[in-house]
Structures are given as C-alpha cells and as structure tokens.
C-alpha cells in the first residue's frame, strides 16, 4: 500500500477512504463477534438454568428428563465451573438407574460376554460407598447379579465359579483405602448370599487376609472389616470357624492403638458373637490377659439373659 502511495500520490485520494471503510468494517465485524459470543453465553447459561429446573421438576416426564439430561450435557464445554458441578450433582442421583439398568442387561447376558461382565465389577464395588441409599442397595444387588450370571456360565462347577468371582472382587484390595473398604464390603456381601457355594479354602483365604485389614491405621478400612467379621459369624457354622478363632482373637485384639478407642463397642459385640458360639471357656483361654475383664463382663450380661 505504501509503495503504491509513493509510486502513484494520485491512488492516494482513491485508496486513503477505501482502507479506512475497510478498517471501520473490520472493527464493525469484531464488535459483532464479540457481542454474538456474550449474547450466545448469555442464552445457553438461560438454557441450562431453565434445563435444571426442569429436571429438578417433579411433574415432569421421564422422556422429558432424559431428553432435557442430554442436552445439559451437550452444553457442558460452555458453561462455568459451578454449572458443571450443579450437573454433576444432579447426575450422581441417576446412579441408582444406571446400576439398575447394568443389572438387567448382566442378568440375559451369555458366556461370550463374561468378559464383559466381569469389567463391570470395579463400578459395582466402588458404588458400595456411595451416600445414596438408593444407589448401595443397587450396587449389591448388581453385585449379586454378577455372581448369578457367573453361576450361569458354569452351573456345574458351582465352588470353582465362586472362587472365581472371589478372585475378581479381592483385586480390589491393590487399591486405595477408599477402594479396599468397598472390596471388603462387596466380599461380605457376596459372602453372605452364596453361603452354600463356600469352602474351607475360601474361608481361610478371606479371614486370613481380613485379619490383616482390621489391623490397618486407615478407620475405613477397619470398620469394613468389623462388619465382614459381623458377617462371618452370622454365615459360617462354628465348626468351619473353629481352626481360626484365635487367629481372630489375635487380630481383634491388636487393632491400632489409634483406632481402638473407637472402635470398641463394636470389637466387644464381635466378642459377644464369639462367646454364644463358642462359649465363655473357650474364648477366655485365647484371650489376653488385659481382656479378661471385659469378656468377664460379657459373661455376666449374657447371663442375665
């Protein structure tokens, strides 16, 4: 342009007005620009807002809920940090219906989907911890489900299927405290609905390794454990416990010092279960000396009785 100017100052009366239209258009389409992103901001956080409103509605349809969730979600890369967290929030109360839908689909499923079953595993597991009521009663019943649908694959190796699906679940024990205390959760409860699949070395297996956990620092974790011990001694017979009541004796006895306060009442209820089991003689010999106290007076209540 400033060669042109030099070569030619006639072009300068013709091209001087020709750039400065083309500037002020320029500045016209920015402007324009910039107003269409705030105006299309604006719109989609009335859109999400009205959108949330309407999922949080009671009267509204089960169709429109899901339709009005899909396009929430589609929005997500334009909305601001606490909308996405008011969806997240939202959402987390659908679990429930995810977990419900897994079910169904894991119940008709065929042995050349095992391996999709059992992928499924660590989702149902870790929903054990949810807060949702809801939402845990669902993930153990999908759990449940899996073992039904494991079943199904090999009905004639009933034992082995449990042993399989036990191995599945206790590789969650290689995760975090959160993930361990689920793990420990969903065994009990697996546990307790195939009762009458279990063996001795199924028993062995897992009362070895949870006595181990209910010495661990991590109180999530214990009290996971406590609840599997609440859960034995309501499943197995007391011949099959026998061998290892003073393993658990041992254990129990030598929770962390930091968590034994806190976790003493429910240390004597397991006590208690173990004295109407076994008897007051039997466990007095295999306790330790500063528990003799406390189980004498288990032995005194449970007198009463």
């Known amino acids: 342009m400033k060669n042109i100017k030099r070569k030619c100052p006639s072009m300068q009366k013709i091209m001087f007005p020709f750039s400065s239209i083309c500037i002020s258009q320029k500045q016209r389409i920015k402007k324009r620009k910039k107003f269409a992103l705030l105006f299309m901001k604006l719109l989609i956080t009335i859109y999400f807002q009205t959108g949330m409103q309407k999922m ?8 429109i809920l899901h339709g009005t969730l899909d396009v929430c979600k589609a929005m997500i890369s334009c909305i601001d940090e606490d909308q996405i967290k008011e969806l997240y929030e939202y959402t987390k109360s659908l679990l429930q219906l995810r977990l419900n839908c897994l079910g169904h689909l894991v119940s008709r499923s065929t042995i050349d989907e095992k391996s999709t079953v059992v992928d499924i595993i660590p989702e149902a597991v870790l929903c054990t911890k949810e807060n949702s009521v809801k939402a845990r009663a669902a993930a153990y019943s999908l759990l449940i ?7 199904k694959f090999t009905p004639d190796n009933p034992k082995g299927c449990l042993k399989e699906y036990m191995t599945y679940l206790l590789a969650g024990l290689a995760g975090n405290p959160h993930f361990i205390s689920a793990t420990v959760l969903a065994v009990g409860r697996v546990m307790y609905e195939f009762k009458d699949e279990l063996d001795s070395d199924i028993i062995s297996n897992l009362i070895s390794i949870m006595c181990e956990l209910v010495k661990a620092k991590s109180r999530e974790i214990v009290v996971s454990a406590l609840s599997f011990f609440k859960i034995l001694f309501a499943t197995v017979d007391a011949n099959c416990l026998q061998p290892h009541v003073k393993t658990m004796i041992s254990s129990l006895t030598s929770i962390a010092s930091d968590n ?5 009442f429910k240390v004597k209820e397991l006590f208690t279960r173990l004295v109407r089991k076994f008897g007051y003689e039997m466990i007095s010999k295999m ?5 003799q106290k406390q189980l004498n007076n288990i032995r005194k209540i449970e007198a009463r009785k």
Do not use: T
Not at 56 to 63: A, H, L, V
Not at 260 to 264: K, S
């Open 56 to 63: 949080r509605s009671s009267e509204s349809k089960d169709f």
């Open 145 to 151: 489900v899996i073992g039904h649908a494991l079943h």
């Open 260 to 264: 034994q306060r806190a976790f003493r």
């Open 287 to 291: 306790m330790p000396p500063n528990y």
